[in-house]
């Protein structure tokens, strides 16, 4: 069992860059896929990223290329290192985690444990 807390959001203006943490508790960190998810008000929760417990990377089209994920297992903690921030950015961003070794989970109802969330404003 995991237990999620986010970190880091806050507001920044359109071009500027935030990085998200998720700290983790649990032993079993390690054997984990971490995901990255982001709900705008009135929108549906969509994929951002995903980084799996062998320690490869999957993004969202709309993020590739300014968003990277990355993950410190001794520290059981995920990252999300945001650049060049568009305001439709603007989101509740959460990281939710799945057991690794049954593929890639671009669904948020694959997952099992899911963080608070944490809010990122971009003003244009």
């Known amino acids: 069992q995991l237990h999620l807390v986010e970190s880091g959001g806050g507001l920044v203006q359109a071009g500027g860059s935030l990085r998200l943490s998720c700290a983790a508790s649990?032993?079993?960190?390690?054997?984990?896929?971490m995901g990255w998810f982001r709900q705008a008000p009135g929108k549906e929760r969509e994929f951002v990223a995903c980084?799996?417990?062998?320690?490869?990377?999957y993004y969202a089209d709309s993020v590739k290329g300014r968003f990277t994920s990355s993950r410190d297992n001794a520290k059981n903690a995920v990252y999300l290192q945001m650049n060049s921030l568009k305001p439709e950015d603007t989101a509740v961003y959460y990281c939710?985690?799945?057991?690794?070794?049954?593929?890639?989970?671009?669904?948020?109802?694959?997952?099992?444990?899911w963080g608070q969330g944490t809010q990122v404003t971009v003003s244009p």
């Open positions: 980084i799996t417990w062998i320690d490869t990377t």
């Open positions: 649990g032993r079993t960190f390690s054997r984990y896929n």
């Open positions: 939710a985690a799945v057991m690794g070794g049954s593929g890639v989970h671009y669904s948020p109802q694959r997952y099992d444990y």
